[in-house]
């Protein structure tokens, strides 16, 4: 069994915003694998489904990003699988629009969602998937921007990476993060 988990925040007035790259990614995956994401448990919007052989289950923790690790800590808890099976998928400030980088475990990089979860987890030893969002311009705190929505000139940059995101994520399933970083992280 593999748990993905996209972070965002809840509420339609936060959908299409740089923040919420990781709930995109889910939202894909659970469109072209007919998941239903329509159960709620453990703060979050679920599903579950299969991919190829694996079950697996996706999770949009409905805590808003900087108490992601409060939901986290309980799929953790309740499903007691090793942490290399949950794949945390979010943005990323330090990485160039469009580009994705996965890591078998890291620092939370000033990202206040995966700062949460260390914190809960009192671990960082678990993949994660970043999305680069770009940085803010000067005239922009990092705060509003990475609540902003992205520009329409920037929207098919950011679908390719959506769509990137889910073949590393698939390949991250099939094989594993090995061969996803080697294929996905050039």
Known sequence: MKILIGLGNPGLSY???????????????????????????????????KIGSE?????????????????VREIVKFHNLPLKDV???????????GKIRLRRQGTDGGHKGLKSIINSLGKKDFPRLRLGIGT???DLVADKYVLSRFPRADRPTVEEAVSRAVECVLTWIYYDA?????????
């Open 15 to 49: 959908r299409g915003t740089r923040h919420n790259i990781g709930f995109m990614v889910i939202d894909r995956i659970a469109a072209e694998r007919d998941i239903r994401l329509g159960r709620r448990g453990f703060r979050s919007r679920r599903g579950q489904g």
């Open 55 to 71: 079950e697996v289950l996706l999770f949009k923790p409905q805590t808003f990003m900087n108490c992601s690790g409060q939901a």
């Open 87 to 97: 794949l945390i998928i979010c943005d990323d400030l330090n990485l160039p629009l």
């Open 136 to 138: 803010p311009p000067s």
């Open 178 to 186: 090995e061969e996803a970083m080697n294929r996905f992280n050039a």
